[in-house]
């Protein structure tokens, strides 16, 4: 009798802290669902109106909906020609669509976090500094960089995805994780660094030996050197305009992490390698080595989050918040694998003094980021109204432009 009651109280119990872990979200996704409220009256402003007629004309054209534009990124033609079918020609629809995809990133990186068996108040922190930051903003604000968050989701659901130690490939398990790799090719360039999450996520999530991680990876690595050469032979985008960065523009790499860091502010139009991305590359290295001598999941999972997007636009000549989206988590992630590593070695009052500490500062960092991004709404508001008065002059204007002839 003792035992049948255990084995009863076993799952409720398992059920119970679920239950309460996931109340912590609750607040977490209510206060980003308040700060990016006003995104949802922008107007269409900029690139938006071009990525707007491609996904209108594919409609017409169903060859559009695998065409190039802006890049090979047919899945941002998708979402687009979707939008157009659901709310025509209203922002509204298009921007709420934009916060989805940005809240479901925000939900996969909170079960993501489950996987690392973090506390339920540690994974609230780092899910609302993510979601509420100004290096996350411009996908979650922006119609047409769709590509970042549907990037993300997809690399998220990977991790998920991924047997552990003692689990094995099912069937089902094996068809998900193909069809999020056929989306990836479909959505952005960057998914060419897919053999390296994989040989991360088989070094760290299912903890096979590295030989043999490195060699799925290699086997992997034959799909994104195929689609690099034939990308090469018709590339989509002006070379010459994009990648202008040279090798300088690698120190975005340290340059991000002292952003993140809150060292210096962020350069979208130059990369400098001064004192505090000096001090980031040796935290980044030291980091690297420590996470990788303790084999530290979180930590490698992390650091695979905040340098691979990287590479493939390594040379590119600037770095907007687009860019840092993606890295923002991974660096998340290897801070708090470090201060967990640190607060584990400490006992009593050090460790609750340390806790605090780390709270107060998480606070802190919440608070700078909410008012700045209240001064980012405030910009972007400005800069919509502007896009909306110069419709609203072109529209007045239309009746005195001749259509029998071309105005030069």
Same mark, same amino acid.
């Given at each position: 009798?003792?035992?049948?009651?255990?084995?009863?109280?076993? *799952?409720?119990?398992?059920?119970? #802290?679920?239950?309460?872990?996931?109340?912590?979200?609750?607040?977490?996704?209510?206060?980003?669902?308040?700060?990016?409220?006003?995104?949802?009256?922008?107007?269409?402003?900029?690139?938006?109106?071009?990525?707007?007629?491609?996904?209108?004309?594919? %409609?017409?054209?169903?060859?559009? %909906?695998?065409?190039?534009?802006?890049?090979?990124? $047919?899945?941002?033609?998708?979402?687009?020609?979707?939008?157009? =079918?659901?709310?025509?020609?209203? $922002?509204? !629809?298009?921007?709420?669509?934009?916060?989805?995809?940005?809240?479901?990133?925000?939900?996969?990186?909170? %079960?993501?976090?489950?996987?690392?068996?973090? #506390?339920?108040?540690?994974?609230?922190?780092?899910?609302?500094?993510?979601? &509420? #930051? *100004?290096?996350?903003?411009?996908?979650?604000?922006?119609?047409?960089?769709?590509?970042?968050?549907?990037?993300?989701? &997809?690399?998220?659901?990977?991790?998920? =995805?991924?047997? !552990?130690?003692?689990?094995?490939w099912s069937r089902g398990r094996l068809a998900g994780a193909v069809a999020?790799?056929?989306?990836?090719?479909?959505?952005?360039?960057?998914?060419?660094?897919?053999?390296?999450?994989?040989? &991360?996520?088989?070094?760290?999530?299912? /903890?096979?030996?590295?030989?043999?991680?490195?060699?799925?990876?290699?086997?992997?690595? =034959?799909?994104?050197?195929?689609?690099?050469?034939?990308?090469?032979?018709?590339?989509?985008?002006?070379?010459? #305009?994009?990648?202008?960065?040279?090798?300088?523009?690698?120190?975005?790499?340290?340059?991000?992490?002292?952003?993140?860091?809150?060292?210096?502010?962020?350069?979208?139009?130059?990369?400098?390698? /001064?004192? $505090?991305?000096?001090?980031?590359? =040796?935290?980044?290295?030291?980091?690297?080595?420590?996470?990788?001598?303790?084999?530290?999941?979180?930590?490698?999972? !992390?650091?695979?989050?905040?340098?691979?997007?990287?590479? *493939?636009?390594?040379?590119?000549?600037?770095?907007?918040?687009?860019?840092?989206?993606?890295?923002?988590?991974?660096?998340?992630?290897?801070? &708090?694998?470090?201060?967990?590593?640190?607060?584990?070695?400490?006992? !009593?009052?050090?460790?609750?003094?340390?806790?605090?500490?780390?709270?107060?500062?998480?606070?802190?960092?919440?608070?700078?980021?909410?008012?700045?991004?209240?001064?980012?709404?405030?910009?972007?508001?400005?800069?919509?109204?502007?896009?909306?008065?110069? %419709?609203?002059?072109?529209?007045?204007?239309?009746?005195?432009? *001749?259509?029998?002839?071309?105005?030069?």
């Amino acid at each position: 009798m003792e035992l049948q009651l255990l084995t009863f109280i076993t *799952p409720l119990s398992r059920v119970r #802290s679920q239950l309460w872990a996931w109340l912590w979200s609750v607040p977490v996704f209510l206060l980003a669902i308040y700060v990016h409220a006003p995104s949802l009256y922008l107007g269409f402003v900029s690139d938006d109106f071009q990525w707007w007629k491609q996904g209108r004309m594919a %409609l017409d054209d169903p060859s559009l %909906l695998l065409a190039a534009g802006g890049g090979y990124r $047919p899945a941002n033609t998708w979402t687009l020609a979707l939008n157009h =079918l659901l709310f025509g020609t209203k $922002p509204l !629809g298009y921007h709420a669509t934009s916060l989805l995809l940005h809240f479901a990133c925000g939900l996969l990186f909170w %079960l993501l976090l489950g996987r690392f068996a973090l #506390s339920a108040p540690a994974r609230a922190v780092l899910v609302v500094l993510w979601l &509420c #930051s *100004p290096y996350s903003l411009e996908p979650a604000q922006s119609v047409v960089t769709r590509f970042e968050p549907i990037l993300l989701l &997809c690399w998220l659901a990977l991790a998920l =995805l991924w047997p !552990g130690p003692e689990e094995r490939w099912s069937r089902g398990r094996l068809a998900g994780a193909v069809a999020l790799a056929g989306l990836t090719v479909l959505t952005k360039e960057t998914w060419v660094v897919l053999p390296a999450f994989v040989f &991360c996520f088989d070094l760290f999530l299912s /903890r096979i030996g590295l030989l043999r991680a490195l060699r799925h990876s290699l086997i992997l690595s =034959l799909a994104p050197l195929l689609y690099t050469f034939l990308y090469s032979l018709a590339p989509p985008i002006d070379r010459g #305009s994009y990648y202008t960065g040279g090798l300088k523009a690698a120190a975005k790499v340290p340059h991000a992490w002292a952003v993140f860091s809150s060292l210096t502010t962020l350069h979208p139009l130059e990369f400098p390698f /001064r004192v $505090p991305e000096m001090l980031s590359l =040796l935290i980044m290295i030291s980091l690297m080595w420590f996470g990788w001598k303790r084999r530290n999941s979180l930590a490698g999972i !992390g650091f695979a989050f905040f340098l691979f997007p990287f590479l *493939p636009i390594l040379p590119v000549g600037f770095m907007t918040s687009r860019y840092t989206t993606i890295p923002l988590m991974g660096f998340l992630m290897v801070a &708090c694998a470090s201060i967990q590593e640190l607060l584990v070695s400490l006992k !009593g009052w050090p460790r609750r003094v340390a806790t605090a500490m780390v709270g107060s500062l998480a606070l802190l960092v919440l608070i700078a980021n909410l008012a700045w991004l209240q001064g980012d709404m405030v910009d972007a508001r400005q800069y919509s109204n502007a896009h909306t008065r110069l %419709l609203a002059e072109a529209q007045a204007f239309l009746p005195y432009i *001749p259509r029998d002839r071309l105005i030069v």
